[in-house]
């Protein structure tokens, strides 16, 4: 059946479940993480929190993106993200995969504003945080993705990134 088929589209999405307490400890562990595998482990956990959409029809439009995308169907993706996105404004993951798609497809133009809801919605998201940083740099935003990238890291330290971060005049990293 197809998602659009769904009675539950005329209704709406229902309200984003809070998921702030289950992120918590999640975002306290990463930063004492010893190292690289560990933290990978820590946000494996945190993505399937951030990969549970509000409902039936919204999962279905997520898991439909994402495999579009694995599958390198950037156009069946991003319909499949702007449906999503249509239906669940309030849905911080529907916007961080569009841009997921977008910045594949070097459309970092088209990345940015998806990025930036994602964060206005989830602020500590460490996907969006990463791709906002790697955006800017891309789009020769150097000191924005720079300052950026450190946020990134300050909620993960362990970010593969961090070797993109450049010192500050007399800091060291």
Not at 65 to 81: C, I, T, V
Request: proline fraction near 8%.
């Amino acid at each position: 059946m197809s998602v659009l088929a769904l009675p539950a589209l005329a209704d709406g999405c229902p309200e984003v479940p809070d998921i702030s307490d289950a992120m918590a400890p999640l975002y306290d562990s990463l930063l004492t993480a010893p190292d690289e595998g560990t933290a990978r482990l820590i946000v494996n956990r945190m993505w399937a929190l951030w990969d549970d959409a509000p409902d039936e029809p919204s999962q279905m439009m997520l898991d439909e993106g994402m495999r579009a995308r694995a599958s390198y169907d950037f156009l069946r993706a991003l319909d499949r993200f702007d449906a999503l996105v249509g239906y669940c404004p309030h849905y911080a993951e529907g916007y961080n995969q569009r841009a997921f798609v977008n910045f594949i497809r070097r459309d970092y133009a088209l990345a940015l504003p998806d990025l930036e809801r994602a964060l206005e919605l989830r602020p500590r998201h460490v996907g969006a945080l990463s791709g906002y940083a790697l955006t800017l740099l891309a789009l020769g935003r150097e000191a924005e993705g720079q300052a950026a990238l450190r946020a990134a890291l300050a909620v993960n330290p362990w970010l593969a990134e961090r070797a993109l971060l450049k010192p500050v005049p007399g800091e060291e990293l």
